[in-house]
Every structure is written in structure tokens, then in C-alpha cells.
């Protein structure tokens, strides 16, 4: 039976969920759960951000494969940068335990789904009177009413953008 009894003061929280964290991590086989809390120090700040660890497969013969979760835009970048990723997590775990990387655009096992924020679409520009009044005396000389209405409101979306950049 284990011992529950307190230690004198506070206890740091990495202590408490320490094993809870390596036995998560162990079931997706990653024996060192260093890799998956340290991951943006282990792999760089240039790279955390577009790859993120989600399982190790370890074959039959020597060496694993890690795949890692990209972003459909990034995987090209990721891809090109293998090899340093497959360097610096065998530097996490101190010998060539992974001897492949491999890319996935899926959704990860086990983990919480990223969401894609659905942010308001490009704000039109707001038109002035001056720009109105700019693009209607550049069209006047238009005989056709519904063509020269048209070439007015583009005009003076035109001169409004221009201005606004």
C-alpha cells in the first residue's frame, strides 16, 4: 500500500501528475515524455509551431517512426526539415531511436481536435464623397445610365483602396 502522507510544505505540480503524464504518453509510445512537455525547446521555436508529436511506431528491427501532425501549408517546410527533427529527438533521447519521420495532415488519435477559428472576412473600404465625386465626373461622358452607375461604383471602391493603403 502506498504511503499517502504529505511531504512538509507545497509539492510541485509537475510531481503530482507526473506519472499520470508518462503512463498517457507511453500508451502513444513515447518512452520519454520529455518530448512530448519539452517539445518546443527540443525541436525549435522555427518548428513547434507547424509540427506537434502524436505517436512513435517501433518496428521490428531497430528504430521507431514518429509521425508528427502538420498544417496542410507547412507539411512542405516540415518535410524539408526532417532530418533536423529526427536529429535533435534522438539528442532528446541520447541514442538513434527514431530512424524515420513521417507527416500527417489527419487529425490526431487521442488528442482534442484543432479548430479553425472562423474569423469576419476582409472589410470593404469605406467609400467618400470625394471619391464618388471623383469617379462620377470620370464616367459622365458614358451615354448608357446602368454602365456608367457601374464604372461609378467601381471607380470609387478603386480610389477608396487606394487611399486607404
Request: glycine share 6%; aromatic share 6%; hydrophobic share 40%.
Amino acid at each position: 500500500m502506498k504511503d499517502f502522507r504529505r511531504k512538509r510544505g507545497f509539492e510541485r505540480a509537475s510531481d503530482l501528475v507526473a506519472n499520470r503524464v508518462r503512463t498517457a504518453s507511453e500508451t502513444r509510445g513515447f518512452a520519454v515524455s520529455r518530448l512530448l512537455t519539452h517539445w518546443d525547446e527540443i525541436i525549435g521555436a522555427d518548428l513547434c509551431g507547424m509540427a506537434r508529436p502524436i505517436d512513435i511506431i517501433y518496428g521490428k528491427s531497430f528504430g521507431a517512426t514518429l509521425t508528427l501532425l502538420v498544417k496542410g501549408a507547412e507539411a512542405p517546410m516540415v518535410e524539408m526539415q526532417k532530418e533536423t527533427i529526427r536529429e535533435r529527438v534522438n539528442a532528446c533521447y541520447g541514442y538513434a531511436a527514431i530512424q524515420k519521420v513521417r507527416l500527417t495532415q489527419t487529425t490526431p488519435r487521442g488528442f482534442a481536435e484543432e479548430q479553425s477559428p472562423f474569423a469576419a472576412g476582409p472589410q470593404k473600404p469605406q467609400v467618400t464623397p470625394a471619391a464618388r465625386q471623383k469617379a462620377a465626373q470620370t464616367v459622365e461622358i458614358v451615354d448608357d445610365t446602368s454602365l456608367r452607375d457601374a464604372l461609378e461604383r467601381l471607380g470609387a471602391n478603386v480610389i477608396s483602396q487606394s487611399k486607404q493603403k
